[in-house]
C-alpha cells in the first residue's frame, strides 16, 4: 500500500488517537487489515515526531500490508506509526499488542507477566520485530535488544546503561522517568541503539528477560519476509 506522507499522518493520527499513558495499557482491539488506512477524517492532534515525519507532503513511502499474526492482530497501523515516525504511538502499540496475543487481555488484565511470554506466537513477534527494524534501520527492536543483552552478560544495570534507559542526577545514576513527561528519546537518529521498544520492569526484570529469551530470537528466521 503506498501513500502519501500527508495520509500517512492521518493514517497513524486514527490508530494512536485513543492510546493511554505507558503504564495503563489497555489492549488495541485488532482490526481488519488496511482499514485504520481507508479513513482520511482525524481530528486528534500529532505529536512533534509525527508532524516532523511528514514535513515532505509529497514523498511516498510504501506500507506493507503483508503482516502475518496468528491471533488476527492488525499491524498495519503499527507499519504506519513507524513509517510516519509516531514512534510514541508505536511504542505504545506494541505494548498493547502484546497483552492481546500473550493472552493477558483475556486474563482480564492489562499488563503481560513474564509467564504469559511463552504464549506470545513467534510469528507475531516477527511481524513486529521486521516493522521496527525496517523503518529505524535496524537500530531499535527485541532483536537488537538481546545483542545488547548478550554484551551485558546479563548484567540489567550494565544492559541499561548500553540502550540509554538510565540518566543521572548530578552523581546519581537512576533509571529514566516513564511517567508524566517521558525522559525517554523518540528519535531514530538521536537514541542509542536498542532504546526501543520499552519494557516497564516496575514489576521486576523478569519481563524483558524472557522477551529477550523467546525461541523466536533463536536463528535468523524471523527476518524472512512473507
Known amino acids: 500500500m503506498k501513500l502519501s506522507r500527508a495520509n500517512l499522518l492521518t493514517c497513524a493520527l486514527l490508530a494512536s488517537s485513543s492510546l ?9 482491539v485488532a482490526r481488519p487489515t488496511g482499514v485504520v488506512c481507508r479513513s482520511m477524517t482525524a481530528t486528534a492532534e ?33 507499519a504506519t506509526m513507524l513509517a510516519t515516525g509516531d514512534l510514541v504511538a508505536a511504542d505504545q502499540f506494541t505494548r498493547d499488542a502484546l497483552i492481546e496475543i500473550s493472552g493477558a487481555k483475556a486474563k482480564g488484565r492489562n499488563f503481560v507477566y513474564f509467564t504469559d511470554v511463552k504464549n506470545i506466537p513467534s510469528i507475531d513477534l516477527a ?9 529505524s534501520k535496524g537500530k531499535f527492536g527485541y532483536s537488537v535488544q538481546k545483542k545488547k543483552w548478550n554484551q551485558s552478560k546479563g548484567d540489567f544495570e550494565v544492559f541499561c546503561r548500553k540502550i540509554g534507559w538510565t540518566t543521572t542526577d548530578g552523581e ?10 517521558s525522559e525517554f528519546i523518540y528519535d531514530v537518529k538521536k537514541a542509542p541503539e536498542g532504546h526501543l521498544p520499552l519494557t516497564s ?15 523466536v530470537w533463536d536463528n535468523e528466521d524471523w527476518k524472512k519476509e512473507p
Open 46 to 78: 500529532a505529536t512533534p515526531a509525527a508532524e516532523e515525519a511528514s514535513s515532505s507532503e509529497d514523498a511516498d513511502i510504501q506500507i506493507p500490508t503483508n503482516l502475518p499474526s496468528a491471533c488476527g492482530m492488525d499491524y498495519v497501523p503499527l
Open 127 to 135: 511481524t513486529m520485530e521486521r516493522l521496527w527494524n525496517k523503518f
Open 20 to 28: 493511554v499513558s505507558a503504564f495503563t495499557t489497555p489492549s488495541l
Open 172 to 181: 546519581v545514576e537512576r533509571k529514566k522517568r516513564w511517567f508524566g513527561a
Open 201 to 215: 520492569a516496575l514489576r521486576g526484570t523478569s519481563l524483558i528477560k524472557s522477551l529477550l529469551k523467546h525461541p
